[in-house]
């Protein structure tokens, strides 16, 4: 086995300096909403370390726009959260995770409320919107769109008021540490501010690192969405499931020189319609639902159209809503679109799919406990089965929530009844190096973003899946040896996420949820969840 001082000097973390051994009684790999619920839970009975690799702030969570769904309205009923669940996940929802997941939610909301949440009222009642295949108004916002932003902002303070809880920005998890037995014991990172790279050992270790939207070439996610935690999980031998599972949220700025942006959801519920690059509506030829079906029906919709009229984008025109005030409802996009001298309340705004949410994950049980000894993850980055095979709008935020919490405790009781951890023979899965400049290592990345999107992407064939396996098979050892920086790491690791992705696409031989293929265009009678660990992919 390598040790870690060789490891550094392989992989060129050598020229950095290395910090003195930490240990903590419960290490939070990420700061969104799944990370900073699962802090919170577990201080109650011991330290904690949260590290981010960014700000703190910066995360998915705190972009989310829509908001979160919870069944709170008065016409509401929990009971008919977990029916639109079941069905948007098309056949292959965890029932026991859903129960829990809308079961549960309110109570999580009332407490980020009471922490200093502050969701949109009038007046002094919450106001509800629908998204689509809610059959029910229930899904909270914040500042209209900023829904994201102000709830990181309210669980960042209460964390801040927490003694027991240190969180370290800028700080990128390389990899686990396990020891002998298998126990994941801790994580090696590399500070990016004082350019050091160092262990931290745990006696239990969440991981709450979001999804991987980035493994994709178009996609509304954050520079950060790299998969990070699934790849670590999957270098040390957790099993990973349903990861062909990919949700494309319809809806996304195409206009020149501008990021993916994304035009919520909540646009559409708001009365918001999609026309084709010739000025028709489109969406009531494709299905009854028409705008408000759930997203891989709307995203193969707007894909069938931009082929039949040969077009890269069709247009969302809010020009008929008249229930709010477009601009006062949707401030952050209205500001956005007119960046791009786009008008949300005149002009025909050009939009197109892209890669949103990661459905699969690290296998995780409905506390968190992954195949791993000592491991839990929560949020995107896991997969509790909760969303099935399509991911319901805004269930994303209450899943952080209420299974952030649910993890934290669960690896509470965990280090209760377990002995400290006190073996050191660990090994971390970094033994393996190569160095390569940013440069390269950016032309790797964006090599695998292109090939996913084109090969499996919205619309999926057995030729360009198994292309993409092949490419992923062939090029292996070439990308996972790739370390020694944050970025060449993040090739490493979209391109381990890809891998699962395509080659659990290829396993799937029917069409679920917001897996498509051309080949097999329905569904099976048995409803199957895929599960693999990295060697299962040769
Ligand atoms: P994140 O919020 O992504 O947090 C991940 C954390 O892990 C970050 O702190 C990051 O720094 C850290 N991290 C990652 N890798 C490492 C590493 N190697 N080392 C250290 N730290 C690391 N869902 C809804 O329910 N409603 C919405 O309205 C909604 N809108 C959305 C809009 C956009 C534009 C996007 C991108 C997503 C949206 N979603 C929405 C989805 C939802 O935001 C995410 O699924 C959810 O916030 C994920 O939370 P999380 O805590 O699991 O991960
Ligand atoms: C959106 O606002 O459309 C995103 C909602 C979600 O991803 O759940």
């Not at 829990?100 to 909301?109: F, R, W």
């Not at 949707?330 to 008008?343: E, S």
Request: glycine letters at 8%; one cysteine or more.
């Amino acid at each position: 086995m390598i040790d870690f001082d060789t490891v550094q000097s392989y992989i060129g973390f050598n020229k950095f300096k290395k910090e003195p051994m930490e240990k903590y009684d419960f290490l939070v790999l990420g700061s969104g909403i799944a990370g900073l619920s699962a802090a919170i839970e577990a201080s109650i009975a011991g330290k904690v370390l949260i590290i981010s690799k960014d700000e703190s702030k910066e995360s998915s969570t705190e972009y989310a726009q829509g908001g979160i769904a919870a069944a709170m309205n008065d016409e509401d009923k929990v009971s008919f959260h977990f029916r639109d669940t079941l069905v948007a996940g098309d056949g292959l929802c965890n029932p026991d995770a859903v129960h829990i997941l809308v079961g549960e939610g309110p109570q999580y909301i009332h407490r980020l409320i009471d922490w200093g949440t502050k969701f949109d009222k009038e007046k002094t009642r919450l106001v509800f919107t629908r998204e689509a295949a809610h059959s029910h108004k229930r899904v909270l916002h914040a500042g209209g769109d900023s829904t994201g932003k102000e709830i990181v902002r309210a669980l960042l303070a209460k964390v801040s008021s927490i003694k027991n809880i240190t969180i370290r920005q800028f700080v990128f998890a390389i990899g686990l540490l396990n020891d002998k037995n298998g126990r994941i014991i801790g994580a090696s990172y590399l500070d990016e501010r004082s350019q050091k790279v160092g262990k931290v050992y745990a006696n239990a270790v969440i991981l709450a690192t979001g999804g991987a939207g980035r493994v994709y070439s178009d996609t509304t996610n954050p520079e950060l969405a790299t998969g990070d935690g699934m790849a670590a999980a999957a270098l040390a031998g957790a099993e990973l499931q349903d990861m062909e599972f990919v949700q494309f949220h319809p809806t996304v700025l195409l206009a020149p020189g501008a990021p993916r942006f994304l035009l919520t959801e909540a646009i559409r519920g708001e009365g918001g319609i999609l026309k084709n690059i010739n000025g028709e509506r489109f969406m009531p030829e494709y299905d009854e639902r028409a705008e408000l079906a759930p997203r891989d029906v709307v995203s193969r919709s707007i894909l069938l159209e931009l082929k039949k009229t040969n077009a890269k984008h069709v247009f969302l025109d809010l020009s008929g809503i008249t229930s709010v005030d477009v601009r006062e409802r949707f401030p952050q996009v209205y500001q956005n679109c007119l960046v791009y001298n786009l008008d949300l309340k005149k002009d025909l705004i050009p939009v197109t799919p892209a890669a949103h949410y990661y459905i699969g994950g690290v296998k995780a049980d409905i506390n968190g406990k992954t195949s791993l000894e000592g491991l839990f993850a929560a949020g995107e980055v896991s997969c509790t089965g909760v969303h099935g095979a399509n991911r319901l709008a805004s269930n994303s935020l209450l899943e952080g929530l209420v299974f952030g919490t649910r993890a934290g405790r669960s690896a509470l009781d965990y280090v209760l009844a377990h002995p400290d951890v006190n073996d050191k023979s660990e090994q971390d899965y970094n033994t393996l190096t190569r160095k390569i400049s940013p440069e390269e290592a950016l032309k790797m990345k964006e090599e695998v973003q292109r090939l996913m999107w084109e090969k499996v992407g919205v619309l999926r064939t057995p030729d360009k899946m198994n292309r993409a396996v092949e490419y992923f098979r062939e090029k292996y050892d070439e990308f996972v040896s790739l370390n020694g920086s944050r970025i060449s790491t993040e090739t490493r690791n979209i391109f381990i996420v890809g891998f699962f992705t395509a080659f659990a696409s290829l396993q799937r031989k029917e069409s679920r949820g917001t897996h498509y293929r051309e080949d097999y265009s329905q569904k099976n009678e048995e409803r199957i969840h895929s599960r693999y660990c990295l060697n299962d992919l040769f």
